[in-house]
Structures are given as C-alpha cells and as structure tokens.
C-alpha cells in the first residue's frame, strides 16, 4: 500500500511542477503584453516643476538683516502647514478661475464642468517638501507640456496671492492691537509721571529729590552742636560742685579773679587807707609820748577797730563773691541742661523727618523706577507699532517667495509608465519567487526511497 501511494505521488509531483511552470511562462507573457502596452498606447504626460521659498516663520521687522535662527523642527512644521495651504481648496478654486488655466487644453476639455477639475488637478498636483531645507517642490502634471506649466505657476501664484491677502489682514490687526496698547501704555506713563510730580511736592524740603538733603545736614550738624554742649554742660556740673562743695571758711589761696574783684571794692579800700593813716599816726605818737599815753591807748584802740572792720568787711565781700560765682555757676548748669534738652528735642525732630524723608524717598524712587521702566516699554511698543506700520506700507508681507517659474519641459515625464511597469512585472516575479520556494519544500520533505 505504501509502494502504491509513493508511485501515485511521484507521477501526481511532476505534473504539478510542470502546471506551474506553465502557469508561470503565461504570466511572463501577459506581464510583457501589458508592459508593451503600457509603453505603445498610454498617453504621453509632461510635468512642470517649480520652487517656493519659504521663510521663517512670524514676520520680519523691517531695516533687518539675514533671517533669525529657527530650530529644524518649527521650520519643517511651518514648511508642512504651507504646503497644506497651498493645496487647500480655496487656492485650487482659484487657480482654476485663472486666464492662463482656463486657455489650457486640459480646462477646455471639461466643457464648463469645474466640479471634477478641482480633484484631477489636486491629483496631477504633486507637492512635497525638500528634505532639511526651507523649499517647496510644486509640479504638475499635463498632456500639453504648456498647460503643465501654466498651472504649475497659476496655482503658486494664486497661493502667493492668498499668503499676502492674509498677512496684510492680519498685519493689520496686529498693527491696530499694538497701537492701541502703545496709546494705553503712553496714558499709564503719563499718569504715573503725574503721580511722581505730586509726590515730590509732598515733600517739606525742598531739593531732596535732587539728592540735596538739608535735614540731613541739618541733621549732622545738630549732632555736632550737641556733642559741644554736653561738654559745655559737663564743665559747668564740675565747676558747680566744685564751689558748692567748698568749706564754710575762707579758702586759700583766693581765685585770682575773686582777689581782684575784693581789691576794687570801695569800702575795703577806704578801711586800708584809714588803718594806714592809723598805723603812721600811732607810730609817730608812740615815738613822742610812748605806749602808756592816752593819746595812744586811743589810737591803737581805733587801730584794732579798723582791723576788725577790715576783716569783716574782706570776709563780707569773699561770701558776697563766692556765692555770686555759685550762683552763676549753678545757672549756667541749668542754662546748658535746659539747652541740652532743647537741642534734644530739635535733634529728635529733625531725626523724625529724616526718617520720614527716607520712607517718601524709598517709595519716590519706586516710583522713578516705575516710570523708567514705562518708559522703555513704551519706547519699545512705540518701536514695533512703527515697524509694523512700515511693513504695511511695504510691498509684501509674506516670507514666501517662488524661486523661477515653471517652464515647459521638453521630455515626456514616464512616471506613471514607470509605475506600470513595475506593477506588471512584479506579478511574475512574485509567482516565480513562490513556485521556486514551493518546490524547495517539495524536495526537502520527499522521502530518500
């Protein structure tokens, strides 16, 4: 039973193989029948090829030099979102509403029918981005090598058209926005300029808001005068206690300006000169008549009287004197303690408007700063208002430009036989590939008897 079998599947193999090599010879003919075909009856096409520029994106201030530093990838998303606008709808219908595009064969041959224009020319339109750079490759495809490039350049110019439409509208707007905000910045400045003049009227000394401080020095010099006064008042203290401290009899030896003032007194001058007058009448009459007369026992009696006068009188006067410079000294004390605390209270006062200047000062530079800073922003915003006006007055706004126009090629464009073909004889070539795989199977799982 096995032998059978083995002989049934030996003659069954062959004729298999033989099946599919015929199977594979009639798909080689039919492959080179269609390629011929393909070649000999498919309508010659020529494509007309164009390129667009594009810049980077956001708009470019005017009196500029080169192009500003995009990174790679926000240059290949903005290059993407350009090429979906120049095949967007809007552009399309457009190109077809062209002069040049409607005096092309290709148009003419819809009779009138634009419906079905607008899908064979987005796909006879070939649109695709160069690879790492900022350009556009538009082509299209025609049976007329003139139409082709008629509608090449009708569609970019259409597109061109569109982009500066737009950028103008919105370079409008954003011109009108920023305007706006600069004439709302120019009445912030102005208010808080007027701000600033109020509160440097709200000062009490004038010139602290142009760095002269007069409380300051004021200030300094108050400090110094009270410095000088303490001494003052501390040597009048010492000179008080000193007198108010001296002992109940006469001290010696006698200021000088007390002795001088004890010697000018009238009076003790007149004692001195009568207990002189005595003393020269006694001698003379103690040399006459001798100690035992009358005459001078009455003369020396007087002699001690005046004596005694005298020294009540010196002691009268240096009490007089001594307490006339105690009570000088004592109202001096008081005279330099009651000034002490009036230039205290001055100096309290001016050190609390000192500080007073220095909190209005902290918030007057506050406001400098504030107005500063105003002021840049406004010569900023008043800057690119002036620019973006300057770019409306200009003659283009977009960044994207074509770079030559398309002409008309000279040579058929074979792409589509091309594709065709490869169409065509794949199909054989993958048949082969199988039935050589297949048969390798075969010949590996056949049995060795």
């Known amino acids: 039973m096995s032998a059978d079998s083995a002989a049934a599947s030996s003659s069954v193999s062959p004729r298999r193989g033989r099946v599919g090599t015929w199977i594979f010879r009639l ?5 080179a029948i269609g390629i011929a075909g393909v070649w000999g009856f498919m309508p010659k096409e020529y494509r007309a090829t164009t390129m667009v520029l594009v810049g980077s994106p956001g708009a470019k201030p005017p009196m500029t030099l080169g192009e500003p530093i995009v990174p790679l990838d926000v240059m290949d998303r903005h290059v993407a979102d350009q090429i979906v606008r120049l095949t967007s709808d809007p552009v399309i219908h457009e190109a077809l509403k062209d002069l040049n595009v409607m005096q092309t064969a290709w148009y003419q041959s819809a009779k009138g029918d634009v419906t079905p224009l607008v899908a064979d ?3 006879r339109l070939r649109v695709r981005h160069v690879p790492n750079t900022a350009f556009i490759e538009v082509s299209m495809r ?4 003139d139409d082709a490039a008629r509608i090449a350049n009708a569609v970019v110019q259409k597109y061109l058209v569109d982009l500066e439409a737009t950028g103008k509208s919105g370079l409008r707007r954003e011109w009108e926005y920023y305007r706006s905000q600069t004439a709302a910045k120019l009445n912030q400045l102005r208010s808080r300029r007027q701000d600033l003049a109020k509160f440097a009227e709200s000062f009490r000394v004038a010139g602290v808001t142009s760095g002269i401080n007069v409380v300051g020095e004021q200030f300094r010099e108050l400090s110094v005068a009270l410095t000088r006064l303490e001494a003052d008042k501390l040597q009048a203290k010492s000179a008080y206690e000193q007198l108010k401290s001296r002992p109940t009899s006469r001290p010696a030896p006698l200021p000088p300006e007390v002795q001088a003032r004890i010697e000018q007194d009238p ?3 007149w004692l001195r000169a009568q207990k002189l007058s005595t003393e020269i009448e006694l001698d003379t009459k103690r040399l006459a008549l001798g100690d035992s007369d009358a005459a001078v026992k009455s003369l020396a009696v007087r002699l001690d009287v005046l004596n005694a006068r005298l020294q009540a009188a010196l002691a009268d006067r240096e009490r007089t004197l001594w307490d006339q410079q105690l009570t000088t000294a004592e109202q001096a004390y008081l005279n330099a303690t009651q000034a002490e605390l009036q ?5 309290e006062s001016q050190e609390a408007m000192q500080a007073d200047i220095d909190r209005k000062m902290a918030e007057y530079r506050s406001i400098e700063e504030d107005v500063t800073m105003l002021e840049q922003e406004y010569a900023q915003l008043n800057q690119f208002t002036s620019q973006l006006g300057l770019m409306q007055a200009g003659e283009s706004v977009a960044q994207v430009h074509q770079i030559g126009v398309a002409q008309a ?3 058929p464009d074979y792409e589509r036989q091309v594709a065709a073909t490869a169409g ?6 993958v048949y082969g590939i199988l039935l050589i795989l297949v048969r390798m199977v075969a010949a590996l799982t056949r049995p060795r008897s």
């Not at 798909?27 to 492959?31: G, S």
């Not at 025609?142 to 090598?145: E, R, T």
């Not at 230039?343 to 100096?347: M, T």
């Not at 065509?424 to 070539?429: D, E, F, H, R, S």
């Open 424 to 429: 065509l004889a794949g199909v054989p070539i």
């Open 343 to 347: 230039l205290r209270e001055r100096l």
């Open 121 to 123: 020319l987005k796909s």
């Open 267 to 269: 009076e003790i001058n």
């Open 409 to 411: 090629p000279r040579a």
């Open 142 to 145: 025609a049976s007329d090598a």
């Open 27 to 31: 798909l080689v003919v039919l492959a």
